[in-house]
């Protein structure tokens, strides 16, 4: 067996995990009505134009094999988050019914479904495993995931521990249980470099941008910022960052906006970062301090993982390692390809 690492562990209360892009825990709406938060978008137009989406269901008496063959999500009944018109996917969806004379029609669902809730028809429609989609985002989702336990979650290097990425990072459910098989689950995608492993019903109470003690950080670096340190009185943090930590909010951000508008004034080149001390504060503060670069915290009576791909951005296969009976013993994330057998 390779050289495992230990990342860290987590619990899971409700008895499903869920594989999710940290960074964009910002928009997950969990049990509500999704709706795209102010500046989560790059203008008011987008997140304006984000807001007005539907959900399509596929209904009909031959809806789950039309929805298969217009290949537009996962689960084939449901197409997520689309603008409220759109006739291109209306005449895409006509032409194939007609085509192999199919009883399928889309029925729109206003207001979208919750993502929480979107969770339960993956693991229904895939025998307790699956793939969501939230404003573009996959996740996976894995149910049957013991719930008085702390798992375990361990990271294999590829070709050893000298390498820098992972190859996969394993989730152990019943380290005891032989495995007779692998199922796909999913594929979640990234696009903050960063991944976290979490009870789902824990991500109800993640507070993503909000401070929970009133308290943040202000941190700069690259190739100018010494120059705006000197300038500014900016202590050093470490032989590359300069600013300030463990901070009042208020305080943090003045002293942001005189960085960054002397940034500006001075045509400098380095960036920043306004950290609130939210639930992506801890768990990304020890990710950024520690070998594995990994962290974990308690949100929601739950403890959850956060870790670097070390691959940057991607798309990355999830699956589940199970016995003879289909009972769950690992969870993996698979970072390359790899002969899909467990290790």
């Known amino acids: 067996m390779p050289d495992r690492e230990q990342l860290g562990f987590v619990t899971c209360p409700s008895g499903v995990l869920i594989v999710i892009d940290t960074g964009y825990l910002e928009i997950w709406s969990h049990d509500r009505p ?3 938060p102010d500046g989560a978008l790059d203008t008011e137009e987008a997140t304006a134009r984000a ?6 269901r596929v209904v009909g008496a031959d809806a789950e094999q039309a929805g298969r063959m217009l290949g537009m999500s996962w689960h084939p009944l449901f197409i997520y988050d689309q603008p409220p018109d759109n006739p291109k996917l209306e005449k895409k969806l006509t032409d194939l019914v007609g085509k192999h004379g199919l009883d399928a029609h889309f029925e729109v669902i206003r207001p979208c479904i919750p993502h929480r809730q979107r969770v339960n028809l993956a693991i229904q429609h895939g025998g307790g495993a699956g793939e969501i989609l939230f404003y573009g985002v996959w ?3 894995v149910g049957d995931v013991p719930t008085s336990v702390p798992l375990s979650v361990f990271g294999q290097r590829l070709g050893g521990q000298e390498n820098e990425r992972w ?5 152990e459910c019943r380290p005891q249980v ?15 470099g960063r991944l976290l492993v979490a009870d789902v019903d824990a991500l109800g109470a993640w507070q993503h941008e909000k401070s929970l003690d009133g308290l943040a950080d202000f941190i700069f670096w690259g190739r100018d910022a010494e120059i705006a340190a000197r300038a500014l009185d900016a202590p050093r943090l470490t032989q590359d960052e300069f600013g300030w930590t463990d901070v009042r909010e208020a305080f943090a951000q003045k002293r942001g906006l005189s960085v960054e508008k002397y940034r500006k004034k001075k045509d400098l080149k380095f960036a920043t970062d306004y950290r609130p001390h939210s639930h992506h504060w801890r768990v990304m503060k020890p990710t950024r301090e520690s070998s594995t670069e990994s962290g974990m915290t308690e949100v929601g009576g739950a403890t959850v993982c956060n ?3 070390t691959w940057g951005d991607g798309l990355f296969d999830v699956y589940r390692d199970v016995n003879e009976s289909g009972k769950l013993v690992k969870i993996r994330i698979e ?3 790899t002969d899909t057998a467990s290790n």
Request: net charge negative; hydrophobic share 55%.
């Open 34 to 36: 999704p709706m795209m």
């Open 51 to 56: 807001n007005t989406f539907v959900d399509l």
């Open 139 to 141: 996740a996976a989702v």
């Open 167 to 171: 190859e996969r990072v394993l989730i």
């Open 178 to 192: 032989p495995i007779a098989r692998s199922e796909m689950v999913g594929s979640v995608g990234v696009d903050y």
């Open 307 to 309: 870790f670097m791909t």
């Open 335 to 337: 970072f390359c390809e």
